[in-house]
């Protein structure tokens, strides 16, 4: 259990004290749904006011152990004082003048960092955006100008993003085409992951479809996000590279969800050895506050001049204080960490696997990036639910897959305490009583719980 005593006040986490969604929760949705956009895809109703490291505290005082992170966003976890306190030094001093115009001083200084850290062939340079989606859009405008190429690939499963551009790449799920075609023309839709799965290239692709020289980049996820937290074959990515030295064409890595030390390397390509051409980034590399970036081959970036990319807000100088204090702590331990509560975490929920045989599909993952495959979307759905009952705050990925991607802070017995919550959540939807007879006494006596639901 977590032994945070700020936000908890002494509370075991999770602690649960109200009925879920609490009344005020319920007040609250449904002021929510009277005046925000229908677009909003909310997986369950909490309502978080605060939070703490891995905890979260509801506007009902109920108190969450959060392995979601705000959709692996949350790097540092929640309020880490060493972000708070860059980010509030930069506010005090200047909180916006726009990097596309003229000369901020902290810019340079992250597209430094992030430079020295991308695995790219020789030198890079970094362009800095407000959201993941933003850096694939840029490097989608990057890749056709550089290579004076049409077409892009990206792959089955693939999240990319819902701007216009990244939508286009992305084929997680046919909703987020719906409606809005036509997109953006000259994309194909590779398989992923199966080293069989390159035949593909020279089978498919450059014999019936394009020529391999007009092909301007592969865009790549090294592990799905939202397709289900899906790892590739070893040898897949290495393929992928051979075939882009083979044709002249660019390889992208898209570690927006991966990258940051999420997998227990900084960028997750690290695992195969393997060197984009450009490599994006999000979410993570600056502990929730909105930044992204791309960092492509020095080479690339002359492709472009002044003008032919921008943004007013990208790289403001609060994002980018808390992206230098996140690399720091990342550098000093956190990605080390990861590694190790990966390794805790796949250990225990592969015994879990071998429990519910049959319910339990699959577990796969590298570091803080797993998931867990179940034998239906319904059963996926069922085991997040029943584990935000009980105070663990899970995510649904791909067709019938949880993942869990706590914050890279996450300590032992946090992780302790979240896989027997989860073990008692996934017993409860195999209807195996006893099971949860038992961890609902640990439950009562470990984590708090006092209404699991």
């Known amino acids: 259990?977590?032994?945070?005593?700020?936000?908890?006040?002494?509370?075991?986490?999770?602690?649960?004290?109200?009925e879920l969604p609490g009344p005020k929760a319920k007040a609250h949705?449904?002021?929510?749904?009277?005046?925000?956009?229908?677009?909003?895809?909310?997986?369950?109703?909490?309502?978080?006011?605060?939070?703490?490291?891995?905890?979260?505290?509801?506007?009902?005082?109920?108190?969450?152990?959060?392995?979601?992170?705000?959709?692996?966003?949350?790097?540092?976890?929640?309020?880490?004082?060493?972000?708070?306190?860059a980010i509030k030094e930069q506010a005090a001093e200047l909180i916006?003048?726009?990097?596309?115009d003229f000369y901020l001083p902290i810019y340079p200084e992250v597209c430094k960092r992030l430079a020295e850290l991308a695995p790219v062939e020789g030198p890079a340079r970094a362009y800095l955006g407000n959201s993941g989606a933003e850096a694939v859009e840029a490097a989608i405008k990057l890749a056709r100008l550089a290579t004076k190429r049409p077409y892009i690939v990206a792959f089955l499963g693939a999240f990319h993003g819902r701007t216009y551009g990244a939508v286009s790449l992305t084929a997680s799920k046919a909703k987020?085409?719906?409606g809005f075609g036509p997109l953006l023309p000259g994309v194909f839709h590779a398989p992923y992951g199966k080293v069989d799965d390159l035949r593909w290239f020279d089978e498919i692709l450059f014999a019936k479809l394009a020529p391999a020289d007009e092909v301007a980049?592969?865009?790549?996820?090294?592990?799905?996000?939202?397709?289900?937290?899906?790892?590739?074959?070893?040898?897949?990515?290495?393929?992928?590279?051979?075939?882009?030295?083979?044709?002249?064409?660019l390889l992208i890595a898209d570690e927006i969800q991966s990258g940051a030390g999420r997998t227990g390397r900084m960028w997750a390509v690290e695992h195969w050895g393997v060197k984009p051409d450009i490599i994006l980034t999000a979410k993570g590399i600056a502990s929730g506050m909105p930044l992204g970036a791309m960092i492509a081959r020095a080479d690339l970036m002359e492709a472009w001049g002044p003008g032919t990319h921008g943004s007013t807000f990208g790289g403001n100088p609060v994002a980018c204080a808390a992206a230098l204090a996140t690399i720091d702590l990342l550098e000093g331990g956190l990605i080390d960490n990861a590694a190790a509560r990966g390794a805790q975490a796949l250990t225990d929920l592969r015994l879990l696997a071998?429990?519910?045989?049959?319910?339990?599909?699959?577990?796969?993952?590298?570091?803080?990036?797993?998931?867990?495959?179940?034998?239906?979307?319904?059963?996926?759905?069922?085991?997040?639910?029943?584990?935000?009952?009980?105070?663990?705050?899970?995510?649904?990925?791909?067709?019938?897959?949880?993942?869990?991607a706590p914050a890279l802070t996450v300590s032992e017995d946090e992780m302790g305490t979240a896989l027997r919550i989860f073990a008692d959540a996934v017993a409860d939807v195999a209807g195996d009583a006893t099971a949860v007879l038992e961890a609902a006494a640990e439950a009562g006596a470990v984590t708090g719980v006092e209404a699991a639901g």
């Open 1 to 18: 259990m977590s032994d945070r005593v700020g936000i908890s006040r002494g509370r075991p986490v999770p602690h649960i004290a109200t």
């Open 29 to 85: 949705v449904e002021f929510d749904e009277s005046w925000t956009s229908r677009s909003l895809p909310r997986a369950y109703p909490i309502v978080p006011v605060r939070g703490e490291g891995l905890t979260v505290e509801d506007i009902d005082g109920n108190l969450f152990l959060d392995f979601a992170a705000g959709i692996a966003v949350n790097s540092t976890g929640h309020s880490h004082p060493q972000v708070v306190a």
């Open 96 to 100: 916006h003048f726009s990097a596309a």
């Open 176 to 178: 987020y085409h719906a």
């Open 217 to 249: 980049a592969i865009i790549v996820e090294p592990i799905q996000g939202e397709g289900g937290y899906i790892v590739p074959e070893d040898g897949f990515l290495a393929g992928l590279r051979a075939i882009c030295d083979r044709h002249g064409i």
């Open 354 to 404: 071998v429990r519910y045989d049959g319910l339990v599909k699959d577990v796969r993952g590298k570091g803080l990036m797993l998931g867990v495959e179940f034998d239906s979307p319904e059963h996926a759905e069922e085991v997040q639910w029943a584990c935000f009952k009980r105070g663990l705050l899970v995510l649904e990925c791909g067709v019938s897959s949880v993942r869990m």
